[in-house]
């Protein structure tokens, strides 16, 4: 009798033993197609990962687990897990995108006959074309599709990648009731806050005057003292008949958008060059002319256009009254060079920023058989107003 039981109980135990193992087993069941294997080397990439975007556009890579025909893929976006099978929720705010834009096959364009659509109540997409794609284990396929709107929380969330052989199966497709797939993959993605970077750029203005031409941003600058005259140095004097001129500079640099101006204040009383109570005349004209031999006059001319050194910036052009390329040609208008804010010789034109122009601007005068003798001098400002 005791064999007998100790017989049964080996059995009972053994019976025991092998229902247990079962029921370790059964959970690790893969419960989807039997024949699908699992797509490699894939991700979804955003466009943005700020929350609530919109126009979004996502662009999904895989290598289809098995070579064959691929007739649709579908994409759902879950916020519990990538796992299939499990529970699905659209993550809230999130829109599923629809404008097909990218589709490749080893990198051949084969996005025409493709149609990119919504299903399971707009929550997956499903693209799809009866025709389908030659799938490949080593050949990438590349789809990028616009119109998403991004979650509205930061975090993770993920999307379950399904391909089928057949269109007409995914067109049925449902998170909770998946159609039978080829092959399929998990991808996590995630929403996370901007980064909010400010900087300041401030309203700038460089300008200065020079008796040689500046190296760029006012450096190297010389004073602009200038004799005229002819003779030795330090001998100079004027004559009747030739027109004595000298250069000086200034230089521009602005990120103004609108336009900027340069004026010429005189501080000669005349307008012209003074001596006391004595005078050589401005030119006063409306545009620069050349003094006939035994006139005797003062002004400048500036260029028609001088660019900055940057193939961006404006051109600073030469007011009309000013502008002349040709030796001798003068004008000094008296009245408007002796207001208190001047008489503009040269602008931006239509405006915009521009960085270090050199414009040298060409003094001048001529004495007469009337001027009488003495040291003739005046002291020239220049102001130079940006509008931002």
Not at 24 to 43: D, E, K, N, W
Not at 233 to 254: K, M, R, V
Not at 360 to 385: D, E, K, M, R
Request: glycine fraction near 10%; charged fraction near 15%; charge should be negative.
């Amino acid at each position: 009798m005791n064999t007998l039981m100790q017989t049964l109980k080996r059995h009972t135990y053994g019976i025991a033993a092998m229902l247990l193992l079962s029921a370790m087993v059964m959970p690790l069941v893969f419960t989807g197609s039997t024949a699908a294997a699992v797509l490699t080397s894939r991700s979804i990439e955003m466009s943005t990962s700020s929350p609530s975007a919109s126009s979004v556009s996502y662009t999904l890579r895989f290598n289809p687990g098995q070579a064959g025909t691929v007739d649709a893929i579908v994409i759902d976006f879950c916020e519990e897990s990538a796992v299939i099978g499990a529970a699905c929720t659209t993550p809230t705010g999130m829109t599923v995108g629809t404008t097909l834009s990218v589709l490749t096959n080893n990198g051949n364009d084969i996005a025409s006959g493709w149609t990119a659509e919504m299903v399971d109540s707009g929550d997956a997409l499903y693209i799809h074309n009866d025709s389908g794609l030659t799938a490949n284990t080593t050949h990438q396929v590349v789809a990028t599709v616009g119109g998403f709107t991004n979650p509205s929380a930061t975090g993770t969330f993920y999307a379950r990648v399904f391909t089928y052989a057949d269109a007409g199966d995914a067109d049925d497709y449902e998170s909770d009731d998946v159609p039978e797939y080829l092959d399929a993959g998990g991808v996590a993605l995630s929403t996370v806050d901007d980064i909010d970077v400010t900087a300041v750029v401030t309203e700038s203005l460089t300008f200065c005057v020079s008796g040689t031409a500046p190296d760029p941003g006012c450096a190297n600058t010389t004073p602009a003292a200038l004799t005229l005259g002819e003779g030795d140095p330090g001998a100079e004097a004027l004559e009747t008949d030739t027109i004595s001129e000298a250069i000086a500079y200034f230089q521009l640099s602005t990120n103004a958008a609108g336009v900027t101006s340069i004026k010429l204040r005189n501080g000669a009383a005349s307008g012209g060059l003074n001596s006391g109570s004595n005078s050589i005349p401005p030119i006063d004209d409306t545009e620069p002319i050349e003094l006939s031999s035994g006139v005797a006059g003062f002004g400048v001319r500036v260029p028609a256009i001088s660019s900055g050194d940057d193939v961006e910036s404006a051109d600073v052009v030469g007011a009309s009254a000013y502008a002349s390329g040709s030796i001798g040609y003068l004008n000094m208008r008296g009245t408007e060079v002796t207001s208190p804010y001047g008489d503009e010789i040269a602008n931006t034109d239509t405006g915009g920023p521009v960085s270090n122009a050199n414009v040298p601007l060409t003094f001048g005068a001529q004495a007469s058989n009337l001027t009488p003798p003495g040291v003739y001098t005046a002291a020239i400002v220049l102001i130079a107003t940006s509008t931002y």
